[in-house]
């Protein structure tokens, strides 16, 4: 019943946001930082919107530690559509995530993709990854956050797939922090349930204190950037779900 719900939901949303895509196009040519602004106050709406439907509770755990006057590259463990839906709704300002370009290909999913600012990366290219690298630092540096997930896709298993270090870069090139993220049971909600229903359930993120790469020697930020998964394991030891 909950899944009818949201589908009754978000077709007509869907096709009734063609005119906004539209728009928030034209308004990216002049103004992209504007353009980002009302984005993310469009979307932001209809994820709460949706979040609500689906019943969804969070617990929200280290949101003071969260930077109010820089962009962030937030970096999390990835199980869920749901990690970006609700890291949407929570973190302050505008913030785009780092996709496969297999997204573009995807109807309505890519407008809105677009319009809030994802950074599309080509996993096979070396060459397009390091642009895709430099976009989502000179996109920092205009003051619009960017969420990671170094996996590299959503996991499904016991433990963490190996973390890839590559987009930390965008951190460290524009002098931006590092917030990781640890995100817990965002899959019970559709993934991880028999015939893929949406189910009410409760979710846990926490984000740990912000870290500057850039302010740290050679020798602490490898330690810092091979530390990360395991820190994400230690904060999901205390989410009670």
């Not at 946001?17 to 308004?27: C, G, I, R």
């Not at 439907?53 to 199980?79: C, F, Q």
């Not at 890839?164 to 993934?191: H, N, Q, R, T």
Request: net charge positive; hydrophobic share 40%; glycine share 8%.
């Amino acid at each position: 019943m909950r899944l009818f719900i949201l589908v009754i939901w978000v077709v007509p949303v869907f096709l009734l946001s063609l005119p906004v895509h539209l728009y928030f196009k034209h308004l990216s040519k002049k103004d992209l930082v504007k353009c980002w602004e009302k984005s993310h106050r469009y979307v932001r709406g209809a994820f709460k919107t949706f979040l609500f439907l689906a019943g969804t509770k969070i617990t929200v755990i280290g949101k003071e530690n969260i930077p109010k006057d820089t962009a962030v590259l937030y970096v999390g463990n990835h199980r869920s559509y749901f990690d970006i839906i609700i890291s949407q709704v929570l973190v302050p300002g505008h913030i785009g995530y780092v996709a496969k370009k297999e997204f573009l290909k995807h109807p309505f999913i890519n407008l809105y993709m677009r319009d809030i600012g994802c950074i599309f990366l080509d996993r096979e290219n070396a060459k397009e990854g390091l642009k895709a690298i430099n976009q989502g630092a000179e996109y920092m540096k205009m003051g619009h956050s960017i969420g990671l997930f170094p996996e590299g896709t959503r996991n499904s298993g016991d433990t963490l797939l190996p973390f890839k270090e590559g987009g930390y870069k965008m951190a460290e090139k524009s002098k931006c922090p590092i917030v990781v993220m640890s995100l817990s049971g965002m899959d019970k909600i559709f993934e991880a349930n028999k015939f893929h229903l949406i189910w009410k359930r409760h979710v846990v993120i926490e984000f740990d204190k912000p870290v500057y790469p850039s302010e740290l020697s050679k020798e602490d930020k490898k330690a810092f950037y091979a530390g990360i998964p395991d820190r994400i394991l230690e904060m999901q030891k205390n989410h009670v779900l």
